[in-house]
């Protein structure tokens, strides 16, 4: 690697030794007998009381960066060269006992995922009074006052009692906060913050993210941010490294690497950032494809009449393909009573959807908003309330008429390694839709399947492979060609992109829209991110605790929101107010 | 926590009436007759099969002979062996014994099962594990009364170190052997119990999270890792010692302890029915007793469960 | 964000790119074959010698079961009563018995006995228990309360103490009734695992994907469930085989399992009790060859659960 070129004119100004220096970092992982090359050559600084972020997709070797600083690397991983200057002092091949010495006293962690990284069995206070006591700060009755009050500092109300709770007892956020806490509690000089809030809801991690600055400034402690998100970095940080497999691509100034991205890749990254894009993506010419597809519509709709049901006839049907009605779902929930308790999970909700078009349904963890997709598929029976598809009431479909309404709505979920069948070939995967239904024989089918991987980009040699051979983005791209299989009029895509790297979002989002064009899809599109919103949607409608809150076109919901919540939601996006520049 | 305890008791009463029913519907239910069934391949005289007749109500339709049962049961009254005692008298007398050889072997299987299962959890994938995990292997796979007949035979016949039977009032260091053999198999499990679940904790978040607050590696794996890992070896732990009291049966049979598995190795060998239906009876309660216990435990170790 | 100055070490870098080449976005690697599951789990498997010996040991089992002629022209019930106890010689290579029967005969006709009642009853138990198990996990509600706790029944009666108290009253034992009273109570477990297998997979998406496309839910359960519940149940069967064995072997040794009529381990080392102070060979022979049985079905349980049941890992 070579030595860092100045590309700024800004002359350097000398304030201090940097904390935390990496130069030239390699760290190696032994799989299978093979050594594979995590890091390769990395090259960071960090000054005291300054906020670094590390940017890159997962595999880029950001967080493995991160572990090497703090001597945390997995047991199959270790540094194999370079340099890890902290204070001045090489600490690439330190010993155990010297990092037990640095942790926590010098150096914070505060890690990704509060949910697992709390231990269920002691109580947060217990959590926190071992990490004073650990590192000599505080002792017996002291240890106790003190760990109070670092909840409190960390933001928690009612602090002497939340002590004594356990971890199953707190929130996400709640959790979070107490492990800031652990983090910032002996006061270290750099606090590593890996991902800290990607587990979180975008308004409670926005008040953590604000919190932890406040109390970094105050206390002068320097923070290296480990994160996905480069909106978020940017807004952080004051200074970005971008990774990607491995190696530094791009560092610099926050603000000028958003602005005049040099390197393809981060300007790859910076294109692509949903937090960052400012307007619906645009596939050919989409006004006539919407009056294409609304045409057609009218044609199946007829189709579909003569076939079976005398449905209400009218011009919604035509217009508006689903339609849900004062919607209500409650679920039972096993408490600790007898008779447990009743969540209210939908709370009457109305909207509908035009044919051709996308609408978003946002909420955070909680809305309602993945509930109100089970009904739509009917998936779920609705307490009360009603779903029309086509103008159609789906209760009261009897069995032969839901399995035809099966053919002309799929879904898309979330979770990429759970969607497929992971016995299953992709053909098989592929091709069962067509099976279930019917549909041609064996080789009219095949050539459907293969047209259909085309569709989603996918070489045809994939059609042998098993889902655990592909991708994240790629198991997407196949759940997609299982839903467009029966060429159905909607498709439910629940949390479809949220699972994925920004670049492979980015992909899908395009491809998914492109379909739509294509095929004169509708789309009912179901996430918590309303960054991807735009991207995507031509209405939204925004849920919060199974309630609607707010129902809009996209353009109305970003320049002009009615609510206070859907203004939350809008200014907790990160980034969003950052400016780009030509 | 009181809702837990109390949906668990509830659980329990149809499974204590199904098990019993089933035991009982298994010795008076099938095909032939049960009273001579019950003698087995001992000729039975007449006055005997009339007194056994009447005892367990045979002319009674069959719900109501099992409701006498269950009534027996619950006045402690399980009729007479062969011999002529009361299986209550033997019951009391063999009971104490039985007990202290299962605690032994309890103890034997907790203090080496968890060390070795521990040591090979922390050092995952080593020379130690691996040899350790075969050689619990081994001592699963060969069945109690071999390992029973062959450290009888070592110990106490070739190097002579025990008195190869027990016999009378057994005392401790007399029941170290045959508590040993009793526990080896649970020792084998609880060792590759501790040793999976340690193994698994140690890559836990919050013990990589624990190492980062400054915890020194001592603390780490005996406060965060070994305290986790327990929770389902102590819970394994209590339902065995229900298990040990009807796995004595072998062993006491070939150490010669009088305990409640040579009361009933014996009234198996002589094919004494009716003691066989009393004595597993309450072996079957006593199993599902120490279940109870376990969940119980649970709640006590798990602070998720304690709540709910 | 204010402007601050840029301090050393952090001046804006660009690598330069012919260091990092960019790669397509998420291209398909084509490079490896393709392989299933199972083949992931077969290649992973023949490589092992936690799998490949106790297989080995196992046909052989199988063989000698199936073919005991082959291995022994000596008849093993014939007693030659004045050579009782005495030890190996030509034709005899592993001595008498205290009845004067061919020890190396016995021990390899006695194979046959501990293979089927142990093949026997994992089938019984792996059908009766997988069937209960995948319908009270697919299907949960009222279905699953009801045969949950008729599980729990059953599983109250430990396996050994249940077989004593129903073997005791049976008539007529032979490897049948052996096989179908050890499954009697050998089955709840098989319905344990399975039911805690197919609830996981029942929350996969794949599951509701196919419910979305219309399957039927016995289809679903057939197609998508089931093939993914099994692994750990193909685990629970092959150590359950071994325990089987183990069993069978405990009740013969205790006089109420095989008939002395059929020649088997248990009823051998029950029958060489009485001498084993003064010739504990001949008593362990028979104990050898259970335990390398049961052993080998563990040992092979191990290597398939690595292999197949990604929870139970021991490595």
């Known amino acids: 690697m070579t030595e860092p070129t100045p590309t700024t004119a800004a002359r350097p100004v000398d304030v201090a030794a940097p904390l935390l220096q990496v130069r030239d970092l390699h760290v190696d992982f032994t799989s299978g007998g093979k050594p594979v090359h995590a890091v390769r050559g990395v090259d960071l600084s960090v000054y005291p009381g300054q906020t670094v972020a590390v940017v890159g997709e997962s595999g880029s070797g950001k967080s493995t960066s991160a572990q090497a600083v703090i001597g945390l690397l997995p047991g199959n991983g270790r540094v194999v060269g370079g340099q890890i200057l902290f204070d001045g002092q090489d600490i690439a091949h330190a010993s155990k006992k010297e990092f037990v010495a640095l942790r926590g006293r010098h150096i914070g962690l505060v890690p990704q995922d509060p949910m697992s990284n709390l231990n269920p069995v002691w109580s947060i206070g217990f959590q926190i009074r071992e990490a004073l006591e650990a590192n000599g700060l505080a002792k017996g009755a002291a240890a106790k006052k003190r760990t109070v009050e670092l909840l409190e500092e960390a933001g928690l109300g009612d602090a002497a009692r939340r002590a004594k709770q356990y971890p199953h007892e707190f929130s996400g956020g709640m959790r979070q906060r107490a492990l800031i806490a652990i983090g910032l509690s002996s006061r270290p000089r750099l606090l590593i913050a890996d991902e800290p809030t990607s587990a979180l809801d975008v308004t409670v991690q926005r008040q953590i993210l604000d919190h932890l600055d406040t109390l970094t400034a105050e206390m002068g402690t320097a923070v290296l941010l480990i994160t996905h998100d480069l909106g978020l970095a940017a807004e952080r940080a004051e200074h970005l490294v971008v990774m990607y497999k491995g190696q530094v691509v791009e560092s610099g100034p926050a603000l000028e690497i958003l602005q005049r991205p040099q390197h393809p890749y981060t300007q790859r990254l910076v294109s692509a950032a949903p937090s960052l894009a400012s307007r619906r993506l645009e596939s050919v010419h989409r006004a006539e494809v919407v009056e294409h597809a609304r045409a057609e519509a009218v044609h199946v709709h007829e189709q579909a009449v003569e076939g079976a049901h005398a449905a209400v006839e009218g011009d919604t049907a035509t217009t508006n393909v689903i339609e849900v009605r004062n919607l209500v779902k409650e679920f039972h929930l096993r408490g600790s009573g007898l008779r447990g308790e009743t969540l209210r999970a939908v709370d009457d909700v109305s909207f509908s959807v035009r044919r051709g078009t996308t609408t978003a349904v946002v909420g955070e963890s909680g809305s309602g908003k993945s509930t109100v997709a089970q009904m739509v598929l009917s998936l779920l029976p609705a307490t009360s309330g009603s779903v029309l598809f086509d103008g159609v009431d789906l209760t009261e479909l009897d069995r032969r008429e839901l399995f035809r309404f099966r053919r002309r709505v799929q879904p898309i979920f979330q979770n990429p390694y759970g969607s497929l069948d992971p016995s299953w070939s992709i053909f098989r995967t592929v091709e069962e839709p067509l099976r279930v239904h019917g549909v041609g024989d064996a080789k009219s089918r095949e050539a459907r399947v293969r047209d259909l991987l085309e569709k989603v980009s996918l070489p045809a040699s994939a059609l042998r492979r098993f889902p655990n051979e592909l991708s994240g983005g790629q198991r997407q791209r196949v759940a997609i060609a299982r839903a467009l299989a029966l060429n159905p009029e909607v498709v439910v895509c629940d949390e479809a992109v949220s699972a994925l790297d920004v670049l492979v979002q980015g992909q899908i989002l395009t491809l998914l829209n492109d379909l739509q064009a294509e095929l004169g899809l509708t789309y009912l599109f179901i996430t918590h991110d309303l960054a991807v919103v735009r991207q995507i949607a031509d209405d939204v409608v925004v849920m919060e605790k199974g309630k609607l809150v707010e129902s809009a076109t996209t353009d109305e919901v970003f320049e002009s929101p009615k609510q206070a919540y859907t203004k939350a939601l809008l200014e907790a996006i990160p980034g969003g107010s950052i400016r780009l520049g030509a | ?308 | 964000m204010s402007e601050t100055t840029v301090r050393p070490g952090q001046e804006h870098y660009v690598a330069p790119l012919d260091t990092t080449p960019l790669a397509a976005v998420d291209a398909v690697d084509e490079s490896t074959p393709s392989a299933s599951l199972w083949g992931d789990a077969w290649k992973q498997l023949r490589r092992r010698p936690l799998f490949i010996v106790p297989s080995l040991i196992i046909v052989l089992l199988v063989v000698v079961a199936l073919f005991p002629s082959l291995f022994t022209s000596v008849n093993p019930r014939y007693q030659e009563l004045a050579r009782a106890l005495e030890g190996g010689s030509q034709g005899h290579p592993l001595g008498f018995t205290r009845l004067g029967t061919d020890v190396y005969a016995r021990l390899v006709h006695g194979a046959r006995a501990s293979i089927s009642v142990g093949l026997l009853t994992t089938a019984i138990v792996v059908v009766v228990g997988g069937v209960v198990g995948a319908l009270a996990g697919f299907f949960g509600g009222w279905i699953d309360a009801l045969l949950s706790r008729l599980v729990d029944m059953f599983f109250a009666l430990p396996l050994i103490l249940g077989a004593i108290v129903m073997l005791q009253a049976l008539q007529g034992r032979n490897v049948w009734t052996v096989a179908l009273t050890l499954s009697l109570f050998g089955w709840p477990q098989v319905a344990r695992i399975m039911r805690s297998s197919v609830l996981q997979v029942r929350g996969n998406e794949y599951v509701t994907a196919a419910k979305s496309l219309g399957l039927g839910r016995f289809s679903t359960l057939a197609r998508h469930v089931l093939p993914n519940a099994l692994g750990p149940v193909i685990v629970i069967a092959t150590i359950s085989l071994g325990t089987f064995i183990a069993a069978e072997a405990t009740l013969s040794f205790l006089g109420i399992g095989l008939p002395s009529s059929v020649v088997s381990w248990g009823g051998d080392i029950s029958n060489a009790v009485p001498s084993v102070r003064t010739d504990p060979w001949i008593l362990l022979w028979p104990s050898i060859a259970l335990s390398v049985t049961v052993l080998s079905f563990l040992m092979l349980g191990d290597a398939l659960r690595d292999a197949l049941d990604p929870k139970g890992r021991t490595r």
Do not use: C
Request: overall charge neutral; proline content about 6%; hydrophobic content about 55%.
């Open chain 2, 1 to 308: 926590m009181g809702w837990y305890i109390g949906r668990r008791l509830l659980q329990m009463v149809p499974v204590f009436f199904g098990a019993t029913l089933l035991i009982y519907a298994l010795v008076f239910l099938l095909p032939g007759d049960p009273i001579l069934a019950l003698f087995g391949e001992r000729p039975a005289s007449p006055a005997a099969v009339a007194e056994l007749r009447d005892r367990y109500n045979l002319d009674e339709p069959f719900i109501v002979q099992y409701l006498l049962f269950i009534k027996g049961i619950f006045t402690l009254d399980f009729g007479e062996s062969f011999s002529g005692r009361p299986v209550i008298e033997q019951l009391a007398e063999a009971f104490p014994v039985t007990i202290k050889l299962a605690l032994i072997a309890l103890a034997i299987e907790a203090v080496f099962g968890i060390a070795f299962g521990f040591l090979a959890g922390l050092r995952r994938g080593g020379l130690f594990d691996s040899t350790v995990l075969f050689l619990s292997l081994v001592v699963i796979g060969i069945p109690v009364f071999v390992l029973g007949f062959t450290a009888q035979y070592l110990f106490g016949v070739k190097w002579g170190v025990v008195d190869p039977t027990v016999g009378g009032d057994p005392s401790f260091t007399e029941l170290l052997l045959p508590g040993a053999v009793l526990g080896a198999l649970s020792f084998a499990y609880v060792l590759r119990l501790t040793r999976n679940s340690v193994a698994e904790a140690l890559s836990a978040d919050h013990v990589r999270t624990a190492t980062a607050k400054g915890l020194a590696r001592p603390r780490v794996v005996t406060v965060h890792v070994l305290r986790n890992s327990l929770i389902p070896v102590v819970t394994f732990l209590g339902a065995d010692l229900g298990a040990l009291m009807g796995g004595a049966l072998v062993t006491e049979g070939i150490f010669n302890v009088p305990g409640v598995g040579r009361l009933l190795y014996q009234a198996v060998i002589r094919s004494e029915g009716p003691t066989v239906v009393s004595v597993v009876t309450v072996l079957v309660l006593v199993y599902l007793l120490a279940n109870l216990v376990v969940d119980l435990l649970y709640a006590v170790l798990d602070p998720r469960i304690r709540y709910v």
